[in-house]
T-cell receptor
Framework: DSGVTQTPKHLITATGQRVTLRCSPR?????VYWYQQSLDQGLQFLIH???????AKGNILERFSAQQFPDLHSELNLSSLELGDSALYFC??????????????FGPGTRLTVL | EDQVTQSPEALRLQEGESSSLNCSYT??????LFWYRQDPGKGPEFLFT???AGEEKEKERLKATLTKKESFLHITAPKPEDSATYLC???????????????FGTGTRLKVLA
């Protein structure tokens, strides 16, 4: 158990809908990272927050947004969902701000299925 | 274009048969290379961080090495419980000053037969 928690574990929804995924980092970690893992594409870095501020952006679609709250938990919002958004979404956390080499610890993931 | 390539895609070993997994990378400004183990349907589990060419790290039956162009994960006398997907990732400088990016390879699926 990495200490990173994610809810829900599974989510099934329809195209065009909006969902929110939640992540709580390990105790003491200030950084939260979001990743998407599809069968054919591997892990894709989406976005990184450090202590409430956005620090780095990867291949995140405009339909997706994220934020990190004062208690350091983070939410990933996915809207206007398409079939291709079906994937595993992982959250990871780390102690540092990402400018130094910083080990990331991953949560168990949320499996999103868009029908 | 920055890229991380892992080979082979899949590997079947007999218990006790040592082998190596490869991670080759083409990135500008490598800051660190990470190895993770991922079991089906679960989140990646951290194994090693390597910072510079020539560095080596060991943990039980696993040993990771790093050169300027690639990293190897050596598995000595593997056991069936070592079966998993092994992921390699790099942290590299981003396009804009002060930014960075994380790039994962697609992994090597290892199956160790008893």
């Amino acid at each position: 158990d990495s200490g990173v928690t994610q809810t829900p574990k599974h989510l099934i929804t329809a195209t065009g809908q909006r969902v929110t995924l939640r992540c709580s980092p390990r105790s003491g970690d200030l950084s939260v990272y979001w990743y998407q893992q599809s069968l054919d594409q591997g892990l894709q870095f989406l976005i990184h927050y450090y202590n409430g501020e956005e620090r780095a952006k990867g291949n995140i679609l405009e339909r997706f947004s994220a934020q990190q709250f004062p208690d350091l938990h983070s939410e990933l919002n996915l809207s206007s969902l398409e079939l291709g958004d079906s994937a595993l979404y992982f959250c990871a956390s780390s102690v540092g701000d990402g400018r130094g080499v910083d080990t990331q610890y991953f949560g168990p993931g949320t499996r999103l299925t868009v029908l | 274009e920055d890229q991380v390539t892992q080979s082979p895609e899949a590997l079947r070993l007999q218990e006790g048969e040592s082998s190596s997994l490869n991670c080759s990378y083409t990135v500008s400004g490598l800051r660190g290379l990470f190895w993770y183990r991922q079991d089906p349907g679960k989140g990646p589990e951290f194994l090693f961080t390597l910072y510079s060419a020539g560095e080596e790290k060991e943990k039980e039956r696993l040993k990771a090495t790093l050169t300027k162009k690639e990293s190897f994960l050596h598995i000595t006398a593997p056991k069936p419980e070592d079966s998993a997907t092994y992921l390699c990732a790099v942290q590299a400088l981003g396009e804009n000053s002060g930014t960075y990016k994380y790039i994962f390879g697609t992994g090597t699926r290892l199956k160790v037969l008893a």
